[in-house]
C-alpha cells in the first residue's frame, strides 16, 4: 500500500491539482471572498486565486496542516465559524464524503454562501464504484489521518439532497480526467463530478464546463 501511495503522489496528485483549478476557477467569481471547505493544503485554491487575482481564499479544515497554501481556520467538521451569506462561493472539493453526516455540511456550505457552492465529489454510481472508491480514498488520504466513513452518494442521491436544501444545479459534470490513461479505466470511468451548485437561483459562475445534465 506505501508504494501504491508513493505513486499516487508521484503521478497523480500534481495531475489532480492542476485539473481540478483548471475546472473550479471557470465557476468560482471574478471577485469576492470565497471558502474553501476541508480544504487540506490548499493548493488548489492557491491556484484558483492565482488566475482570479481578485478573488480572496480562505479555508477552514479539520486538521489544519503544518504547511499551507491558504489561510486556514480549524474548524469541528460541522458547524462553520462563519455568519450567514459570509462569502461569495464556498467550495466543497472532496470533502462531504469525509463528513459524517453529508448533508448537514452541504447545508452549512448553502448558510454561509450568498451565492453558489463550487463542489468536486464523488459519484457511486456503476459496477463495484463503492469499492473502487474505498481504494482511491485509502491511497489518497489516509497518510493525511482524514476519516474515511465512505459516504459516497448515487448521482439521484446527489440531486436529491440539492433539491431538500432549495438547491438548483447550474452545470454538472462527470468528465473529470483527474487520472492518466492507463489508470483512468479503472479510477475514472465516471466516479467523478464536478458541479455548481446556485442558491436562490444566483449564478455566479463565469462559465460552465461541458453538461451531462441536469
Request: proline share 6%; with cysteine.
Given at each position: 500500500?506505501?508504494?501504491?501511495?508513493?505513486?499516487?503522489?508521484?503521478?497523480?496528485?500534481?495531475?489532480?491539482?492542476?485539473?481540478?483549478?483548471?475546472?473550479?476557477t471557470r465557476l468560482v467569481p471574478a471577485n469576492g471572498r470565497v471558502l474553501d471547505v476541508g480544504c487540506g493544503d490548499g493548493l488548489v485554491?492557491?491556484?484558483?486565486?492565482?488566475?482570479?487575482?481578485?478573488?480572496?481564499?480562505?479555508?477552514?479544515?479539520?486538521?489544519?496542516?503544518?504547511?499551507?497554501?491558504?489561510?486556514?481556520?480549524?474548524?469541528?467538521?460541522?458547524?462553520?465559524?462563519?455568519?450567514?451569506?459570509?462569502?461569495?462561493?464556498?467550495?466543497?472539493?472532496?470533502?462531504?464524503h469525509h463528513a459524517d453526516d453529508p448533508a448537514a455540511l452541504l447545508a452549512e456550505a448553502a448558510r454561509v454562501s450568498r451565492g453558489s457552492?463550487?463542489?468536486?465529489?464523488?459519484?457511486?454510481?456503476?459496477?463495484?464504484?463503492?469499492?473502487?472508491?474505498?481504494?482511491?480514498?485509502?491511497?489518497?488520504?489516509?497518510?493525511?489521518?482524514?476519516?474515511?466513513?465512505?459516504?459516497?452518494?448515487?448521482?439521484?442521491?446527489?440531486?436529491?439532497?440539492?433539491?431538500?436544501?432549495?438547491?438548483?444545479?447550474?452545470?454538472?459534470?462527470?468528465?473529470?480526467?483527474?487520472?492518466?490513461?492507463?489508470?483512468?479505466?479503472?479510477?475514472?470511468?465516471?466516479?467523478?463530478?464536478?458541479?455548481?451548485?446556485?442558491?436562490?437561483?444566483?449564478?455566479?459562475?463565469?462559465?460552465?464546463?461541458?453538461?451531462?445534465?441536469?
Amino acid at each position: 500500500m506505501r508504494l501504491i501511495e508513493r505513486v499516487h503522489a508521484g503521478m497523480v496528485y500534481d495531475r489532480r491539482t492542476r485539473v481540478l483549478a483548471g475546472m473550479l476557477t471557470r465557476l468560482v467569481p471574478a471577485n469576492g471572498r470565497v471558502l474553501d471547505v476541508g480544504c487540506g493544503d490548499g493548493l488548489v485554491s492557491r491556484h484558483i486565486q492565482d488566475a482570479r487575482p481578485h478573488v480572496s481564499i480562505e479555508g477552514v479544515d479539520v486538521l489544519v496542516r503544518p504547511t499551507t497554501f491558504i489561510p486556514v481556520t480549524r474548524f469541528d467538521g460541522e458547524r462553520l465559524p462563519f455568519a450567514d451569506d459570509s462569502f461569495a462561493a464556498v467550495l466543497l472539493v472532496d470533502v462531504l464524503h469525509h463528513a459524517d453526516d453529508p448533508a448537514a455540511l452541504l447545508a452549512e456550505a448553502a448558510r454561509v454562501s450568498r451565492g453558489s457552492i463550487v463542489l468536486k465529489d464523488h459519484r457511486r454510481d456503476g459496477i463495484l464504484a463503492g469499492a473502487r472508491l474505498r481504494f482511491m480514498d485509502r491511497v489518497g488520504n489516509a497518510r493525511h489521518g482524514v476519516a474515511l466513513p465512505g459516504n459516497y452518494w448515487s448521482e439521484q442521491e446527489w440531486r436529491r439532497a440539492f433539491d431538500n436544501l432549495g438547491l438548483s444545479v447550474a452545470s454538472w459534470t462527470t468528465d473529470v480526467p483527474l487520472y492518466p490513461l492507463w489508470a483512468a479505466w479503472l479510477f475514472g470511468n465516471r466516479l467523478h463530478c464536478v458541479a455548481s451548485i446556485e442558491k436562490d437561483g444566483h449564478r455566479v459562475g463565469l462559465t460552465s464546463p461541458p453538461r451531462d445534465g441536469p
